[in-house]
């Protein structure tokens, strides 16, 4: 599947890293605005970096449309085979695999399993590896400007990795939970639908009705355990985030008043620390929406890997 993309791939992360690029070299424009421009009062500069600021957001803007395009083209083709060989797949299992199997959840695996790992293909793995780069990007820009503030700052990272990790370990437990509540209730759909005449022959629609909300109720509260995993992170990370800003306020500032530093590094200091946070942040999140889609394809490849030991009853 990759390969026939390997192209797409190799472009679209170019396109990543000019994206990166581009919003390390606006954070790295702050010092001369500010040293240049209002406290030298530099003519030239102020020429300069007001046109620098318009083609660095407009090849940020080219960067991102073919970053999106390229990558959702190959998230959609990566899903579109990945849906062809779980088909074929079980069109080519036995009988008794489908006497085994419920068909709900079957359909559930080739619809609702494969979106999750769609979105997990063309939103969660694009943006990460987009994020990392600006990460990069960003660090080179604060070992720069100050590499001493650089290395208190980046003392934070470490401490904020290991919740996110446990807390990402919870997200796909739990959705592996919710994806088979899903697949559950899509089977208790075609059944009840497919057997709507015996339902209403035998006057069960009350019945029905009431395993249908408990199973509805079961599938909420997973999903609310989900989101409780996922939304644990935030927390974490905005006190970490909070505490290394605290802290370079503190010391650049004292820099600035001591003379070792300038207002314009300072800030320029400042602005990639803050646009760093940012990407952080979102790959602490955007981990939780790859460990769902892990756990959706741990589902789908099950039937995919699956061998055909199960052998046709002897007639």
């Given amino acids: 599947m990759i390969r026939e993309n390997w192209l797409r791939l190799f472009l679209a992360m170019g396109c990543m890293l000019v994206i990166a690029g581009a919003t390390s070299a606006t954070a790295f424009l702050v010092k001369p605005v500010l040293d240049d421009i209002f406290f030298k009062k530099d003519i030239t500069m102020l020429r300069i970096i007001p046109i620098a600021v318009i083609l660095i957001y407009f090849i940020r803007g080219i960067g991102y449309y073919g970053q999106e395009y390229l990558m959702n083209y190959v998230g959609e083709s990566i899903i579109r085979q990945l849906r062809n060989s779980l088909y074929d797949r079980i069109q080519d299992l036995p009988l008794s695999f489908f006497h085994k199997e419920k068909t ?23 943006s990460s590896l987009r994020d990392v780069f600006t990460v990069i990007g960003l660090t080179g820009v604060i070992f720069y400007r100050d590499w001493k503030m650089a290395l208190f700052a980046m003392v934070i990272l470490p401490i904020a990795f290991f919740p996110v990790v446990e ?8 959705s592996t939970g919710c994806q088979e509540a899903m697949a559950d209730m899509s089977s208790f759909l075609h059944e009840t639908f497919v057997g709507n005449k015996i339902v209403k022959a035998f006057g069960m629609e009350n019945y029905e009705k009431k395993r249908f909300a408990e199973k509805t109720l079961a599938l909420f509260r997973l999903e609310m355990k989900a989101v409780m995993a996922k939304s644990l992170s935030s927390p974490v990370m905005e006190f970490l985030g909070g505490l290394g800003i605290a802290f370079i306020i503190w010391y650049g500032g004292y820099r600035v008043i001591d003379g070792t530093s300038t207002a314009g590094t300072f800030f320029s200091f400042m602005a990639a620390v803050l646009m760093l946070y940012d990407p952080i942040k979102k790959l602490s999140r955007l981990n939780n929406d790859i460990q769902q889609g892990l756990a959706a394809a741990d589902r789908v490849f099950d039937i995919i890997e699956r061998e055909s030991d199960i052998k046709e009853p002897l007639r």
């Fill in 104 to 126: 709900g959840r079957l359909m559930s695996r080739i619809t609702n399993d494969v979106n999750v790992i769609k979105a997990m293909v063309s939103t969660a793995v694009t």
């Fill in 167 to 174: 807390f990402g370990r919870r997200v796909r437990r739990v």
